[in-house]
């Protein structure tokens, strides 16, 4: 019974992930566009790809990126029209770039001048903690007149 229920579950999930009527009639461009699909984020959802969201947002980015396919486009050719339309931001996984290295390691050099600045204010606080000599010499003369 579970397994009747598991696979009528997965034949479900296929049916719905995508309107037949859209589907590619070659497989294996319908295969490539749905690779595409997997790596380029649904600008709705945010942190889902195309080919899991519902958005009519994301319906339309796979049909574009059908469209392209069926024109004989690589990969590379749909993956860069996207991001020249919507932005690097449509991609899961953007490309290494030192744009995107200066955004990842700005927050560790931040925190880490911060660290710098906490210890550097921490030696300077420790020096400043003895007398000067005037200091001592004042600080005498006010627990004598304190005294008498």
């Not at 461009?29 to 649904?42: K, L």
């Not at 995107?100 to 001048?113: H, I």
Request: charged share 30%; with cysteine.
């Amino acid at each position: 019974m579970r397994r009747t229920l598991a696979i009528l579950a997965a034949v479900l999930s296929l049916a719905a992930a995508s309107d037949p009527a859209e589907r590619l009639a070659d497989p294996a461009q319908e295969a490539r566009a749905r690779a595409i699909f997997r790596e380029v984020r649904c600008l709705v959802c945010q942190n889902e790809s195309i080919d899991d969201s519902n958005a009519e947002l994301a319906a339309d980015l796979r049909r574009l990126v059908r469209d392209e396919v069926k024109a004989g486009r690589t990969d590379d050719q749909v993956r860069d029209h996207l991001t020249d339309r919507y932005g690097e931001y449509v991609l899961l996984k953007p490309a290494f770039s030192w744009g995107n290295a200066a955004l990842w390691g700005a927050p560790f050099l931040v925190v880490g001048l911060g660290l710098l600045l906490l210890i550097g204010g921490f030696r300077n606080r420790q020096a400043d903690d003895e007398l000067s000599p005037d200091e001592a010499a004042r600080l005498a003369r006010m627990s004598d007149d304190e005294g008498a």
